[in-house]
Each structure stands twice: as C-alpha cells, then as structure tokens.
T-cell receptor
C-alpha cells in the first residue's frame, strides 16, 4: 500500500529552527510537495522537490532523498505566524497526490 | 474574484436532506478536484476532473455525486448522507491533471456537519 508518515505534532520556540520529517512509500514517485495549512483555511503550496537535495526558499527549505524515501521541511527564524499544519504529499506513478496526515506545529514565545 | 472559491463555507444538514457544494476557479486551470479532510487524517481524494471529464473516482459512495459543467465550475451533490460524512470538503484546481509538477490551488473549504 501507499503510505506517508509525518509526526502528528511538534512544538518550537519563536526565533528557533524546526525540522519536520516525512517518509513515504508509494507506487512510483513524481515529486514531493509541502503545503502549509492554517487552522480553518485552505492548504497553500510551499515547495516541490523531484530531485535529491535541498531547495531553499527564504526562511523555508525542503530536502529530498529518493533512495531513502525521505524528505524534511526546515523552517528558520520561526515566527508566531508559522503556527500551522504542514502537509507532505507525494505524486505517485499516476501523478495523483498521496497525502500525509499533517504535522501540527505550535510556536511558543 | 481570484483563486478558488467555495460556497457555502458552512453547511449543516440532516441525513434525509439534499444539498450541493459549489466550487469555482478563476485561474484558467483544466483540472479540478474534490477532497475530504477529516480531523487528524490525510486528505482523501474523492474525484478528479480534467477538461470536464471525470478521470478519477476513488471508490466514493454514490451518496456523493459530482458535476463539472465547465472547466471553471465543480459541484458536489449530497443526498442521504451519514454522520461520518461530516468533514471539511476542499476543492482544488491545477493547470493539468497528470502533470509531473502538479501544484494544486485550494479553496477555503466547506465545513459540513451531518446530523
């Protein structure tokens, strides 16, 4: 079966760095996405990785290792507005997105 | 209006009611999706439409009936629902269905409660 695993909840301090991990087992791989979802709002796109390595975009970076079926989202200089759920999703062989349950990130002052 | 809009934002219905959810995208995309989001569960893909043709139906019960009259509008018709169908229903669109890079743009969702 297809499976995406990520921690249910994480807590971090304002100004710090946090890494959210995602492991996957899917039938085929056509890229991995990270989305951010604030409570009561729509998910919004953060990043897309299809090749191994690190993609940096401002305070957010996303890493992919296809051989390990592993990705992480790195958030630096955390701000209170970063409190949200972070969803990992993999595009399978049919280009359909398989979603993880999301990681709820709580930022404390 | 820009992006993806959904109406209503909140809906409470009895098990014998019939209601419809509406989604509209103003992005010129060719693919539209319905998802179900339940608390602490992964997003569940329900239906995919590409250029108004249904290309995917992920074993969704027949009490959910989608309709895509054109590439900008998507409906989800609901009838004789069960309490376990209570969830957030998200609509999304993307440039094409089946592209390797398939960033999806989501609407704000309809929070459905079935009594």
């Amino acid at each position: 079966g297809q499976n995406i695993d990520q921690p249910t909840e994480m807590t971090a301090t304002e100004g710090a760095i946090v890494q959210i991990n995602c492991t996957y087992q899917t039938s085929g791989f056509n890229g991995l996405f990270w989305y951010q979802q604030h409570a009561g709002e729509a998910p919004t796109f953060l990043s897309y990785n299809v090749l191994d390595g690190l993609e940096e975009k401002g305070r957010f970076s996303s890493f992919l290792s296809r051989s390990k079926g592993y990705s992480y989202l790195l958030l630096k200089e955390l701000q209170m507005k970063d409190s949200a759920s972070y969803l990992c999703a993999v595009a399978d062989s049919n280009y359909q997105l398989i979603w993880g349950a999301g990681t709820k990130l709580i930022i404390k002052p | 209006e820009t992006g993806v809009t959904q109406t209503p934002r909140h809906l409470v219905m009895g098990m014998t009611n019939k209601k419809s959810l509406k989604c509209e995208q103003h992005l010129g995309h060719n693919a539209m999706y319905w998802y179900k989001q339940s608390a602490k569960k992964p997003l569940e893909l329900m239906f995919v439409y590409s250029l108004e043709e249904r290309v995917e139906n992920n074993s969704v019960p027949s009490r959910f009936s989608p309709e895509c009259p054109n590439s900008s509008h998507l409906f989800l018709h609901l009838h004789t629902l069960q309490p376990e169908d209570s969830a957030l229903y998200l609509c999304a669109s993307s440039q094409e269905a089946g592209d390797p890079y398939n960033e999806q743009f989501f609407g704000p969702g309809t929070r459905l409660t079935v009594l």
